[in-house]
């Protein structure tokens, strides 16, 4: 369990980047869970695993609604080519930023609005 500095030119935030890690890498078991129980278990100084649960629960919440989105669509078969499509997509993002996080920075998942 390190601690990075803050570096403003390489996007770095101080923190524990073990846990910030983990809260990416827990969606791909407990999807929306993992970053629920790492945001609630971080301490109120760590601003980095705080950031990289928000930014991993808000993702999985897009996720779940794609996914239920794909589930209905699939009484019209197209769903079943879109869930595979999902499932790719989430495993790819959540492990880059899973790396990203390890490396003390705050991973924001692209087109993923804010929500929490």
């Not at 980047?17 to 301490?43: E, I, M, N, R, W």
């Not at 080519?81 to 390890?102: E, H, R, S, Y």
Request: charged fraction near 15%; proline fraction near 3%; hydrophobic fraction near 55%.
């Amino acid at each position: 369990m390190s601690a990075e500095s803050n570096d403003d030119e390489s996007g770095t935030v101080e923190g524990d980047t073990t846990l910030a890690a983990l809260s990416h890498a827990s969606a791909l078991v407990a999807s929306v869970l993992g970053p629920v129980l790492f945001l609630v278990l971080a301490d109120d100084d760590d601003q980095l695993v705080k950031e990289n649960a928000k930014n991993s629960l808000n993702f999985q919440i897009v996720m779940f609604i794609a996914f239920l989105v794909s589930g209905i669509l699939t009484i019209v078969v197209i769903g079943l080519l879109l869930i595979p499509i999902f499932a790719i997509i989430d495993l790819v993002l959540v492990l880059i930023a899973t790396v990203k996080a390890n490396n003390g920075e705050v991973y924001e998942y692209p087109y993923t609005p804010s929500i929490i």
